[in-house]
């Protein structure tokens, strides 16, 4: 039996600008689940996560899959994606990811998972990782051509062409977030961070709803939109706001009358946290532009946290796009 274990995955650095460096190779930005996939020859095979936890339960399909088409003693670094009405779902994801048993496999059935491999890290007695990008790149490519690998596994494309990377950028809408950067002599290193990746921003607008700590001194905006029979939704929160973004706030805001129609609703300080945020309702008619990305729930929420550029005095809130909608 094999002693060695799964590592943890190799990490990029945010970059503003999208053009591929000279030397480097672009590969699409994935909306999911970073992942790491081990098989030893025992035939045991284990599902990791960015951080060291085990999705092996969770991903009852991906563990089948890997013990079916993978050969033994191997470690492939990916992303694991679910695809719905044709577009990247990290929703689905994230109501999958603390199934088990029974309920792992019914969510298998309903969301099915995807791998897509983007680096081989392990290939029987030989350890990859010292290897520049372009050696495990080609190593990659020969194991899915040999082993004939088909869904749910998926060979991540790359490319040293500046105009083929750019033009990924158009995914947008199948909810691709943007593109990551691998230099082509590049060992890799293990949770350092040695790649770059650019994330795709927008600018929008949306209304202010309600605000964290106080309406004289908000702390952060919670977004809305109104939906097309004219109610208004939660659309996202905004990072901290600069003092002047505050100072800007705080002259237009009004403490909302009673219907509010968040009232009664609570908000959690971050995903996951069981933690309540404490907010100020506010009457929904200061309209802000923010910056963005393209990642949007199903449920219609931008998924990441979004940045906050200026008021729009010369905007109404019905100017404001329609919840759901990116743009």
Known sequence: MSTWSLPRPMLAVP????ALPPDWAAEPKWDGYRSLIGRWADGRVVVGSRTGGDLTAAFPDIAAAAVRRLPGDIVLDGELVVWENGRLAFE???QRAHRTAVSAARAAQQW???FVAFDLLRQGDDDLTARPY?????ALERL?????????WTLCPSTTDPREATGWLQWSAAGMEGLVFKR???RYVPNGRGWLKYRMRHTTEAVIGAVSCTTSAPVTALLGRFDSDGRLRYAGRTTVLSAPARRALAAGLRHAESGHPWTGRTFSVAWGSRE?????LVEPDVVVEVAVDVSLEPSGRWRHPVRLLRVRTDMAPTDVPLFGRPQ
């Open 184 to 186: 082509l002599d590049q």
């Open 276 to 280: 309540r945020l404490t907010v100020r």
């Open 92 to 94: 689905r994801l994230q």
């Open 15 to 18: 970059v503003a600008d999208p």
């Open 134 to 138: 372009r050696s495990r790149r080609k």
């Open 144 to 152: 899915f051509a040999d082993r004939d690998l088909q869904p749910p």
């Open 112 to 114: 099915p998972a995807h």
